[in-house]
């Protein structure tokens, strides 16, 4: 699942009828929106805002988000569970390649890839490869499939 604020899952659910007793209660405290970062089919991590955030957030800054909240979410599951299979896999990726694995799900190539986080070229084309070398895939669709299947990235 991808990242996405509530001002877009209430354009969603408003038609559902949705309760509303929560937005008095963000309201009452300043808070406009979030954003919301599921990882790993175990974990979500939310960013609160006094802006409506679906207005300003791009593509990429969302990607950039992303990043940090797997980073977050991997690190608050070793220190939580220091023995247990990162967020049901054994396989470990590190957090940058997850978030290179992550953007190429998206359909983005290596070169957007490198604008979004900010990365040299071979860096990104290195994380891919140790990536699959970890997964036993051989090319990107392949890695990303098997990331998907193994709830590395959403």
């Not at 509303?20 to 805002?49: E, H, N, T």
């Not at 969302?62 to 220190?79: G, K, N, P």
């Not at 569970?81 to 896999?89: D, I, N, T």
């Not at 979004?116 to 990107?140: F, P």
Request: contains cysteine; hydrophobic residues 45%.
């Amino acid at each position: 699942m991808a990242p996405f604020t509530w001002a877009e899952a209430k354009q969603v659910l408003e038609p559902v009828g949705i309760d509303r007793w929560s937005d008095a209660l963000f309201f009452k405290y300043g808070i406009r929106d979030a954003l919301c970062c599921p990882v790993g089919g175990q974990w979500v991590v939310v960013f609160w805002s006094r802006k409506i955030l679906s207005k300003v957030l791009e593509s990429k800054t969302r990607s950039i988000i992303f990043a940090a909240a797997t980073f977050a979410a991997l690190r608050l599951e070793q220190v939580t569970h220091p023995g247990r299979a990162r967020l049901g896999s054994s396989v470990r990726l590190t957090p940058r390649e997850i978030a290179v694995l992550r953007l190429i799900s998206t359909g983005a190539q290596n070169r957007e890839v490198v604008e979004a986080l900010r990365l040299g070229a071979e860096t990104v084309r290195s994380h891919l490869k140790k990536a699959q070398a970890k997964l036993g895939v051989r090319n990107r669709a392949h890695a990303v499939a098997e990331a998907l299947r193994q709830n590395l990235i959403p």
